[in-house]
């Protein structure tokens, strides 16, 4: 039974409809801010983590150190390959997080991890290079859950492939690239972080992404980092 869940978003403003029922309780000696409160009878101690990888972990491992949630819910916008079918306003639930960047970029072109020879997690039998898979039972829950929810009946909502890279991806040509190398729909910049941590530890994850803007020619005027933000804190 779930009864205690963490809550992990980059900046606050992905999380302000939480943060409505929440208080902040302290500041980590990281610097990190965490708020805790109930939401529907449920216990949450939500981190706002920072953008990137580096503090996506630190929130992941001070979550579950000092908090020992039952899940983390990694959330917040994302923006959507060009042929996932997914438009502003839509979410997106990650099967599986893929590291984008990490690896070598030979002449034959980009090699993962696994080219080097040392895997980025190694956990009883189990090598972790590129990809980290999320969990099917909780991808199916969550995914049923979501489609209950009353705003949800006018979005699409698909579960696939995401992709976290360090460098946001600005133009259509990369885009293109990306998206026929790793079969993604979404990108974003912090998910394999958390998953990885959360994989480490043994803690149920799941990843959910309301969609702020397609990956194309950068052109902020297009998005809708509210939208994205909102829709997918309400399905939650």
Not at 147 to 168: E, M
Not at 210 to 231: M, Q
Request: positive net charge; hydrophobic residues 35%; contains cysteine.
């Amino acid at each position: 039974m779930i009864s205690r869940i963490g809550l992990i978003s980059a900046v606050p403003s992905e999380g302000n409809l939480f943060l409505q029922h929440l208080k902040r309780v302290e500041k980590a000696p990281s610097g990190l801010d965490i708020y805790r409160g109930r939401i529907h009878n449920k216990s949450i101690i939500y981190g706002v983590s920072g953008i990137g990888k580096t503090n996506a972990s630190r929130a992941a491992t001070i979550l579950i150190e000092r908090f020992s949630p039952d899940i983390i819910i990694n959330f917040g916008a994302g923006g959507a390959y060009p042929s996932s079918g997914l438009n502003k306003g839509d979410i997106a639930i990650a099967e599986k997080e893929i590291y984008g960047d990490e690896g070598v970029l030979s002449q034959d072109g980009f090699r993962g991890v696994e080219f080097i020879g040392f895997p980025l997690l190694a956990k009883g039998r189990k090598s972790y290079f590129n990809e980290f898979p999320l969990g099917k039972k909780l991808l199916k829950r969550a995914i049923r859950i979501l489609r209950l929810t009353p705003h949800a009946f006018r979005l699409t909502i698909k579960s696939g492939f995401f992709l976290t890279l360090s460098t946001s991806t600005g133009t259509l040509r990369r885009a293109k690239e990306l998206e026929r190398r790793y079969h993604a729909i979404c990108e974003n910049m912090e998910g394999a972080a958390v998953i990885h941590v959360c994989h480490s530890y043994g803690t149920p994850v799941i990843e959910i992404r309301g969609i702020s803007n397609t990956v194309e020619n950068r052109d902020k005027k297009k998005w809708d980092l509210k939208l994205g933000a909102e829709n997918c804190q309400r399905g939650q």
